[in-house]
């Protein structure tokens, strides 16, 4: 047997002793980090009381703790907001926000009684039809209530936005819409950087055609720069190289839509927040083999806009990334992991860390699915960004986008397989 010294570099060796002298219980460090953000002090992580500046003092706090640098990245977008009364009734009976109704966040402020119009499937055949129909002059007091996934299966395609472009034609000539969805409605902020001339309701199936009347009264806000950061840090690794690996999470919410609805965000996405920062304390103690990059990003509720001003805007070249992984919504408890890949060269990180998994088995699959904009991963894609984005989907699925996406509805049950293929990954790719 060679002599151990023959085996293993100095540098090698004082990572095996820092490794085995590190008795932190990253688990517990977690779990403490996601609490905290999904408090309700920090009202859902927007500029509501200044809770998203607060939670980037937090990250910072904790950065400074592990003894690492940061950077703020400023940027501005404009952003409606719906933080007061937000009331809906038909027929006279009121309607449970989240559970029957939500209110599509380009909505500008209302507070009227309007006859419903149901408008025939007919027209959502027919894009002419439909705009003829509803230019008419006859629903300018009115509300159009109409089957939303016709709609948008009609109306969508390529370089459409499918709200904007298809709507705006309509201001004027309607009072109001009333989408009506075959499930329970979700509530998004992610097209609020524009408003349309009147306001447009989400309802769920029990909506029926025979609806008569409707009553809205919405307070809203629009903030023409609404000020947003991102923060970077960076911990250098032991290989002499210029390239490097991306970790990123956002840490923004929906914030407070209707007054006293606080959107927590505990799974979306104090978790890959928590798991970013479990991650930066263990490195803080164990150089990593190659250089990290981590970002939390705001703006991604808004349409990924933290993301899309960093790629615009990056703090390092973005050709030297070897591989960047983001991290959306990871405090479930499903047992496979779901992901998406994009950039070019994505699959061999992909291949990488199934071949890490098959010899561990920290979850019984990472399952790919279609390429996709609803995470920060996007923007690095489709610059040519080797990326990844992991997800769970379990049981705590249900409470995405609702205030019931709480600390006590979420949980750490899977952070220990997802934190070890991280740290392998970053070893082995």
């Known amino acids: 047997m060679k002599k151990l010294s023959s085996l293993m570099s100095v540098a090698?060796?004082?990572l095996v002793i820092a490794a085995c002298s590190d008795k932190t219980d990253y688990k517990a460090l977690y779990e403490q980090h996601v609490k905290e953000l999904s408090d309700p002090k920090y009202a859902g992580r927007t500029d509501c009381d200044n809770g998203i500046y607060a939670a980037a003092?937090?990250?910072?706090a904790n950065l400074t703790n592990m003894g690492q640098t940061w950077?703020?990245?400023?940027?501005?977008?404009p952003k409606n907001t719906m933080r007061g009364a937000m009331e809906f009734s038909v027929d006279g009976k009121q309607c449970i926000y989240t559970e029957e109704f939500m209110v599509k966040e380009f909505s500008p402020a209302a507070n009227t009684t309007m006859e419903i119009y149901h408008l025939p499937d007919e027209y959502l055949a027919d894009k002419d039809n439909f705009y003829n129909h509803l230019s008419s002059g006859k629903f300018a007091d009115k509300f159009v209530a109409f089957d939303f996934p016709l709609f948008s299966k009609n109306f969508s395609g390529e370089g459409v936005e499918l709200y904007k472009d298809n709507l705006s034609c309509l201001n004027g000539k309607v009072g109001g819409l009333i989408f009506v969805y075959d499930s329970r409605p979700v509530q998004f902020i992610s097209r609020a950087v524009y408003t349309l001339g009147f306001p447009v309701v989400a309802v769920g199936p029990w909506f029926?055609?025979?609806a008569k009347e409707a009553t809205?009264?919405?307070?809203?806000?629009?903030?023409e720069e609404y000020k947003a950061v991102n923060i970077a840090s960076f911990i250098k690794g032991k290989k002499e190289s210029d390239e490097y690996i991306i970790f990123m999470a956002h840490y923004d919410h929906l914030g407070v839509i209707g007054q006293?609805?606080?959107?927590?965000?505990?799974n979306d996405n104090a978790s890959g927040v928590g798991?970013?920062?479990?991650?930066?304390?263990?490195?803080?103690?164990?150089q990593p083999e190659q250089s990290l990059l981590f970002l939390f990003l705001d703006g991604e509720e808004a349409n990924l806009l933290g993301a899309k001003d960093y790629v615009a805007n990056p703090l390092m070249p973005l050709d030297k990334v070897k591989f960047a992984i983001n991290l959306d919504m990871v405090g479930d408890d499903a047992t496979n992991l779901i992901c998406e890949v994009g950039g070019n060269g994505g699959q061999a990180g992909l291949d990488m860390f199934k071949k890490i998994n098959a010899g561990k088995g920290y979850f019984t699959g990472i399952d790919p699915e279609p390429f996709t904009d609803n995470s920060d991963h996007y923007y690095f894609g489709i610059a040519g960004v080797p990326?990844?984005?992991?997800?769970?989907?379990?049981?705590?699925?249900?409470?995405?986008?609702?205030?019931?996406?709480?600390?006590?509805?979420?949980?750490?049950?899977?952070?220990?397989?997802l934190f070890n293929l991280m740290r392998d990954f970053v070893r082995e790719f």
């Open 12 to 14: 090698a060796i004082c």
């Open 57 to 60: 003092q937090y990250i910072r």
């Open 71 to 77: 950077q703020d990245l400023h940027f501005t977008y």
């Open 208 to 210: 029926g055609k025979d």
């Open 216 to 223: 809205l009264e919405l307070d809203a806000e629009f903030i």
């Open 260 to 266: 006293g609805n606080i959107f927590t965000g505990a």
């Open 275 to 286: 798991t970013l920062l479990s991650l930066m304390q263990y490195y803080s103690k164990n």
């Open 387 to 417: 990326c990844i984005y992991f997800t769970i989907e379990g049981s705590k699925y249900q409470y995405y986008h609702t205030p019931e996406d709480t600390y006590a509805n979420f949980t750490s049950e899977r952070f220990e397989p």
